[in-house]
């Protein structure tokens, strides 16, 4: 929802807004293989917090799933909702989700924000733009909609990340329409390259096609939750939410289809096949690794600071079903080792962002959601 006037709130929803505070840092600790790690909270009570990004002034800016954008200081202290944020489909897995910064933010004050879109047929997962100022959001626009909008309440996905060019990668989830991940002519079940503006990034795959949206740069997905640049190689790597079983890492390239519904490596809900049942096909891509039984993956982050050297150069992956932070070793595009850290904590982590600190930032999903740093102790 927009942000509204206190006055106008339904109780509920000010209760909400009022619950969510900045905490005495909750610290707890944990054990790993490389030592203990520590987790402190530095903001509790936000509604289903979904997206995190760092501003140049140490602050950061957090969304909320109902349709509110928050400003945290360093402290924790926390800002009441930003004005200017659109208005979201908040039903099912829909609301405002990703918030990402214009590679020039310091220049622009440029927001991107990733959101589900209600409108005629029912809802869309879409991209908006605004400038920051003060505690508002100004100008905003709507520069990209998923199309066409659908009546579900599922699978929207959706992460935002600028390359190292400055173009904007966007994710779409099939919206529990299968078939229309393989459809080029649907705006579901796919990334996007876009420029700034939203407008199609040059040198895309279909670009020149009638029957493709000139934006489309990879296609086949079912509900990509996790993206993030890999900091060698500059690739996107990306992971999404199998059905039961079956969740994937992969690197987006351009033009390529990464089979889903066609082959998976999961099962319906209800244990029955998904289509054939097949796991390989001509022409799709396998995926770097997958998950059986499913962790339920959001939020993707590299280590490249060297704060904690047994850490540097690992991705990390939160877990919703299975409630940990997943790391993961990499050998090039090989996963060759993982482990599982904050088991005990249980809460499902909905995104993970390596700080300017050098420390790992998460987002927990819940009614009362925190916002956590998450350090790994010398021995």
Do not use: C
């Not at 770097?288 to 490249?304: D, E, K, M, N």
């Amino acid at each position: 929802m927009p942000a509204l006037p206190l006055r106008r709130l339904r109780p509920l929803a000010l209760a909400a807004l009022l619950a969510a505070t900045s905490v005495a840092a909750e610290v707890r600790e944990f054990p790993s293989q490389h030592g203990t790690v520590r987790v402190t909270t530095l903001v509790s009570g936000l509604e289903h917090p979904w997206g995190l990004a760092f501003l140049p002034d140490g602050r950061m800016l957090v969304t909320e799933r109902p349709g509110r954008l928050r400003l945290v200081a360093a402290d924790g202290t926390l800002s009441r909702p930003l004005a200017g944020v659109p208005r979201v489909f908040a039903r099912g897995q829909g609301g405002l989700l990703d918030v990402a910064l214009h590679p020039k933010f310091a220049e622009n004050g440029l927001v991107y924000l990733s959101f589900a879109e209600p409108g005629s047929g029912g809802a869309g997962t879409a991209v908006a733009r605004g400038r920051l100022e003060g505690e508002a959001l100004q100008d905003v626009e709507v520069i990209f909609r998923q199309s066409p909008k659908v009546d579900t309440g599922f699978h929207f996905g959706s992460r935002l990340v600028f390359d190292r060019e400055g173009r904007l990668f966007v994710s779409s989830g099939d919206r529990g329409l299968q078939d229309m991940a393989q459809g080029l002519d649907k705006g579901q079940g796919k990334v996007f390259r876009l420029n700034d503006d939203g407008s199609p990034a040059t040198g895309n795959p279909f670009a020149g096609r009638s029957d493709v949206h000139p934006g489309v740069w990879s296609y086949g997905h079912r509900n990509i939750q996790g993206m993030a640049l890999h900091p060698q190689s500059g690739l996107l790597w990306t992971h999404e939410h199998g059905p039961r079983g079956g969740d994937e890492i992969n690197i987006a390239r351009a033009g390529r289809n990464y089979g889903w519904p066609v082959i998976t490596y999961g099962i319906n809900y209800n244990g029955t096949k998904v289509g054939e049942g097949i796991t390989e096909k001509a022409g799709m891509e396998q995926p770097l690794h997958q998950w059986t039984p499913s962790i339920g993956p959001s939020g993707l982050a590299f280590a490249t600071r060297d704060r904690f050297p047994a850490w540097q150069g690992n991705a990390f992956v939160g877990a919703l079903a299975l409630t940990h932070l997943q790391r993961l070793v990499l050998d090039g595009e090989k996963v060759v080792a993982s482990e599982e850290l904050l088991r005990d904590w249980g809460q499902r982590i909905r995104d993970v962002r390596e700080g300017p600190d050098g420390a790992l930032y998460v987002l927990t999903d819940a009614r009362n959601g925190q916002l956590a740093r998450v350090e790994l102790l010398a021995r």
